[in-house]
Each structure stands twice: as C-alpha cells, then as structure tokens.
C-alpha cells in the first residue's frame, strides 16, 4: 500500500513539474500558448501555419483575444506585438535595440562569430554601423547623390537595352527565353552593381555580370531557407547534424556560402591593391582601420577582415535580393490589375514624357507612381516579423513586464494588415496614400516597410530611389505580358523565407 501511495505521489509529482514547466510565465506576461522542452513555442506556431509563421501568431491573437502574444522560443521568454502601437515602441525604444543570438546569426561567419550589423548588439554595434554609415554617405548612400543616380541611371539604360535587344552572353540565356525573362532574377545584376559602385567603386560589365546572376541566386536560397524567427536550426541548433537536409542547414550553409565568397572576393582585391596614401572606396577605408590596429599592437581589435566582409554582406543583400523581390512582387500585381499600370503609364506620359527616362526631380510629380510602390511594400511586407529584437534591460511593453534577455517582435505584417488602420487592407489600393489635393500624403502612410528607430534599414533611402527609378522607367517603356499559356499569378503561392517572395515566374516587357 505505502508503494502504492509513493508511486502515485511521484507521478503526481512530475506531472505537477511538466505542467508547471509548460504553462509557467513571468510576472505579468502576455497571454499565450505552452512551451515544450528545447523548441519552447515554437512547435505550436509550426502547427498552426507552418509556412507562414506570423499568420500564425495572428491566430494566436484571436484565440487569446490579445494583440500582444506571449511564448517563447527555445528557453527564450518572446513577446510578439501585431499592432501600430506595440510595433513603434519595439522599433524606436533604445530599451529593444538588443539582438537574439541565435544560430542563424553565427553560421554567417565561419568561425561561428556574430558579426556585420544586422545581428550584433552593444558598443560594437554602436560603433560598427555609426563608421560605416558615416563613410558610405560619402559615396552617396542614404542620401540624395547625384553621381549615384547618374550609375543607376546608366544600369537601367543598360537594363532597358537588354530588355530591347534579347540576350548576348550565356549567363542572360539562362534568363531571357523567346522574348521572356525571369523574374526576379532577371533584376540581380542592375540593381546589385548599382550599390557595389558605392562599396566597392566598380561595377561589373555586361560581360562578366554572370557572377551577379549566380550571387543572386545564392542570397535567394538563403532567403528561401529561413524563416520569420530564424528557422528551427535558431531553436534547436543540433539537429543540423541529424537532418541536415531537412532541417534546410545545407540550403542555408549554401546560399550563405555564395554571398560570403562573393564578397570576400571583392575585399580581398581590395587588400591586396590597398595604399594608404589613396583611398578608393568605404572598404579602403575600413582597411585603413584595421591596419592602424594592427601596428597598435590591438589584442582584441574591432576593425577586422571577417567583421568587414559580412558589414558588406549586410549592406549588399538587400540591394541584391529585396529590391528585386519587390518589383517582381509589384508585376504580380500589375498583371491582377492592368488598370494600375495604365494609371501609371498615363501620369508618366503626361509629366515626363518619352523623351527622357524619369529622375528623382520627377518623384514630387508623379504621385500615383510613387504611391503604389509605398503600396505594394505595405500589402506584401517583405521581413513580415522583422528581425527579432532583445530587451537589454528589465523594462515594460504595453503594460507588461519584459525581463532582461526576452526577445521583442514587432508585427510588420500584423500592423499592415490591421483594418482598423487600413480599411481594406488586402486590396492593392495605391490611392490610399494620395490626399485630396492630389498629392502623395506622407501623413496617411503609417507604413514601415523598413522599421524605424536605430534599428532602422539603412538601405531605404537607397532602395526608394532605386525602386522608383527602375519602375517608372519600365511602366513609361513597357506593357507586361505573361506566356500564352500561363495563368495569373496565384498569390497564395508566395514564399516565405526569412523575407516573403513570389516564385520565378516568366514575362515579356513588350515596347510600348
């Protein structure tokens, strides 16, 4: 009798612990869904939307009638915002500008280290991206340049004439087929080598842009690989070496790998032609600093060569990947909504003209053009839950506790798609950002596309420009049309990586 007792208090006992262990929270936490051991939540946001992890926390918030979910990832206490409010305060409040580390973040680097800037924190960070933002400014980046429209300028002349003329070398073959081409590979090169003639000040000719297109490739593996909160390799690490396949370790390691060579290429020309008495470009400059540690004698310096190869990794990606994700996402659109292009055309017919390719100076007189590519980086929110910040202090969200070390995660998409802020949020409506003078209205565009505060995408500058560009220039040259046989796009095919992208899909730009 008294073993029987013993056997029944023990398992009272463990399921008492089990219990506790799956529903405890901090002090006054978000409401939220249990934890399992070594993955916390995150198993349950895979079952309730396992390709697109946000629209499962969505669903979260209905179940617990809550915009602002609380759960955890791996041992990490998480809370996740899906509203303006909650979402502002986790971009712009210093008390957030932490990083989570995880694995994502490390297997960047081959020695494992957390380095660049989107995924390191602290003093380093501080002083890491106030350098590099201060010496790209030089070269034009963040800022009105007018050399560097003049080089974006000149890539979409080249673009426009591709387009034209077909194919020449074997890398476009590969892309452009009986008068289609691929998207949104077919936008690598223009808009990757308009941003190395800032970082590097060179571009690479039509001839060897081969290299572009694979690089390109190579960053969408790794885009395609992740997910909203850095795939289950972020959670649970070692489960690389038993599914290495499956776990999506080997597409990420690979298409890393390619971004990772590809620059490292670059810098090392670099290091091997450097003269300190002639600085070229920002990575001369960076060279510059890593030197003078050098002859310091600095144990632990903070200019280094891998710290440097993955700064460029950061700032190149997006020009890379993001901005041609974005039109290939706006084509999708278009080819729903033929209207809008012809909206378009007609605005750019009507200020610019034929004659001449659009430039900036045009931007304030083409509102309708302007304000449906602020729509389409609204309606398809490229990093749906951002990058995943950390609080760095003991502090308070929305009325909750938020312990030192928890991650915050701003609801990109949640707040894009909220209704009460939108109305229709689901419809591509670019007439939601024109007032009634006719003008685009910055006031109606809550939008953050690229976050905000410190932690804010140091390419939007960059990335407005060259979107407006590139588009205008294709609406005032071209009509879109799909293969004779090909249905319109299925939105509900769109990827989602560690941004969300439209499949390849094939199109003709026929001259208008």
């Given at each position: ?16 612990r ?18 399992l ?17 946000h ?70 960070w ?11 400014r030089?070269y ?11 080089e ?35 936008f ?16 690479f000719?039509r ?21 909203d ?73 903070v ?10 990794v ?6 890379l ?131 905000a ?60």
């Amino acid at each position: 009798m008294a073993s029987i007792i013993l056997i029944g208090l023990t398992i009272s006992l463990i399921l008492y612990r089990i219990y506790k262990y799956m529903f405890y929270r901090p002090k006054n936490f978000p409401p939220g869904p249990p934890r399992l051991p070594y993955v916390g939540s995150y198993l349950f946001l895979l079952l309730l939307n396992r390709k697109e992890i946000h629209k499962g926390v969505l669903w979260l918030t209905k179940w617990y009638k809550s915009k602002t979910i609380g759960l955890y990832v791996a041992g990490a206490p998480t809370i996740i915002c899906n509203d303006y409010e909650g979402t502002k305060e986790i971009l712009t409040r210093s008390e957030f500008d932490g990083r989570p580390d995880i694995f994502l973040a490390r297997m960047r680097d081959p020695k494992m280290n957390r380095r660049g800037i989107f995924f390191v924190e602290g003093p380093f960070w501080k002083d890491q991206r106030r350098f590099t933002l201060r010496h790209l400014r030089d070269y034009g980046f963040g800022r009105r340049f007018a050399e560097l429209e003049i080089e974006v300028r000149d890539e979409i002349c080249l673009f426009l004439d591709i387009l034209r003329n077909g194919p020449k070398y074997p890398h476009e073959h590969k892309i452009m087929k009986n008068g289609y081409v691929l998207v949104p590979d077919i936008f690598f090169a223009s808009m990757s080598n308009a941003f190395l003639k800032i970082l590097s000040g060179e571009k690479f000719p039509r001839s060897e842009q081969g290299i572009l297109y694979e690089t390109g490739s190579a960053g969408m593996q790794f885009q395609k690989a992740g997910d909203d909160y850095g795939k289950l390799l972020s959670v649970v690490p070692w489960i690389r070496h038993i599914f290495p396949e499956k776990s999506d370790y080997v597409n990420l390691r690979d298409g890393n790998e390619g971004l990772y060579k590809f620059i490292k290429l670059i810098v090392d020309k670099h290091v091997e032609t450097f003269d300190n008495s002639h600085e070229r470009n920002f990575i001369d400059l960076y060279i510059r600093e890593m030197k003078a540690q050098q002859e310091e004698g600095i144990k632990n310096p903070v200019f280094h060569y891998e710290q440097l190869i993955l700064i460029c990794v950061d700032f190149f990606f997006p020009a890379l990947t993001a901005v041609p994700v974005t039109i290939g996402f706006l084509i999708q659109r278009l080819l729903l909504q033929p209207e809008i292009l012809i909206k378009m055309q007609k605005e750019i017919d009507e200020v610019v003209g034929r004659g001449r390719l659009p430039e900036l100076d045009d931007r304030i007189n083409l509102p309708y053009v302007e304000a449906t590519i602020r729509e389409i980086m609204r309606l398809e929110t490229l990093v749906p839950s951002a990058i995943p910040h950390k609080a760095v202090v003991d502090t308070k969200l929305l009325g909750y506790d938020v312990p030192e070390g928890a991650f915050v995660v701003p609801g990109l998409y949640a707040f894009h798609m909220d209704p009460k802020l939108w109305g229709d949020p689901e419809v591509f409506r670019p007439e939601r950002f024109i007032g009634e003078d006719g003008k685009l209205s910055l006031k109606l565009d809550k939008s953050l596309p690229f976050g905000a505060g410190k932690r804010l995408c140091a390419g939007e500058t960059f990335a407005r420009n060259t979107l407006f560009l590139m588009i205008s220039a294709l609406a005032q040259n071209f009509n879109i049309r799909q293969p004779p046989n090909d249905k319109l796009p299925d939105l509900s095919k769109t990827i989602c990586g560690l941004i969300t992208l439209p499949p390849q899909f094939w199109i003709k730009f026929e001259p208008r």
